[in-house]
């Protein structure tokens, strides 16, 4: 056998900003959840990784292309992305909930009649919304980030946005003008994704990689260091 010297470098497409899993911090340095697993990971098998800020939904797309290896941006497992991406082992819990201004009176769905809600583009918190919006009788806007999604609802464009529970959780705990009114509704994991039927090898390491993250401790450690214990 032949030892290879040369390191592999994916390219891994995430959000541009979804704290606590990717953000650029105070000192304008990208971090987060996401950003640690990837590299702690790629250090534990010998990989190297660059990771690419370029939106949710445009590593979605990008992956799909085949002009980026991977994504890591909070992506949620689903079924329908299931039949277009393969999944490394779920690493984080979520669910979606609806989120209101800080004063608003709505406290559920049946008041969202005739109302606009703010939505983000390819996510599975606006497929969630669209599947409830006939029922419910209200209007959407979408946006590509989740702060200009957050800004709709506190500028009062949009009375209600739909978000993942975790980062609307930590984005409030922040002081972000908003408080949740429901539970967490199609619960879900969030996972490593590459294009179906490509990049075995890197779906490979990346599970090996992260059972060593979590038997050793780095995992819950990378939690921690965002949310706290009680993460
Ligand atoms: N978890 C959500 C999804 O997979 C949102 C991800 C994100 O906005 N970065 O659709």
Known sequence: TT???QAKTYQIGTDVTYPPFEFANDQNKYVGIDIDIINAVAKAEGFKVNTKQVGFNAAVQSAQAGQLDGIIAGMTITKDRQAKFDFGTPYFKTGVIMAVGKDSSITS??????KRVA???GTAAAQYANSLKKKYGFKTVTFDDSN???QDVLTGNSVACFEDQPVMQYAINQGMKLKIVTKPANGGWYGF???????KELIRQFNVGFKKIKKNGTYDKIVAKYLGNDG
């Open 109 to 114: 769905l049946k008041q969202l009649k005739g």
């Open 193 to 199: 994704a590459v294009k179906k039927g490509t990049h």
């Open 148 to 150: 200009n999604m957050y």
């Open 3 to 5: 030892v290879n010297t």
């Open 119 to 121: 939505l983000k583009t």
